[in-house]
């Protein structure tokens, strides 16, 4: 076991469990440095991503179960969190929706793709999503601590959520042609 696998196992197997259980337990509370810690948990998991994919690389350690495993641990990371933060009514659930079905779509595609022996790497468009979603993410869980002006947060929440469907859309539509 490499440690980009580990973190992608991680990612895989504790944050769509640990992280919703968390975030239902405590974060209805709205107590300063809970909201913080629970930020920071997000903000890690997230990092996981990143490191995973970037440490195979330079360590040449990636491989086929690697590169299989790591979209699913991304999808179900972020689904988790959406449903959960629908479930606390931080986020509307026309968005989850939209989001999921994007993510379902872009799966398909994938699947589609690999039955042909066509290897689609990630776009630069679904490393955007991506960020924006893990921002917009760590930011729903962390409110409304982040930002005490409620001018301020609802006009991060916007740019936040705009970016994300945005970039969703145009990282779609770039697998699709693909």
Known sequence: MTLPLFLTFLRLFVAPFLL??????????????????????????????????YLARLW??????GKFLDPIADKAFIISLLITLCMLERVRAIFVMLVVGREIFVTGLRVVAHYFNISVEVSSWGKWKS???????????????????????????????????????FSAAQYFYK
């Open 20 to 53: 919703p259980v968390l975030l239902i337990l405590f974060l209805p509370y709205h107590l300063y440095f809970v909201n913080k810690a629970l930020a920071f948990l997000v903000a890690f998991f997230a990092l996981t991503d990143f490191f995973d994919g």
């Open 60 to 65: 040449k350690q990636q491989s086929e179960y």
């Open 131 to 169: 960020g924006f979603q893990y921002c917009f993410l760590i930011y729903l869980v962390g409110a409304p601590w982040i930002v005490t002006f409620p001018l301020y947060d609802e006009m991060i929440r916007k740019f936040l959520l705009g970016g994300v469907l945005t970039l969703s859309i």
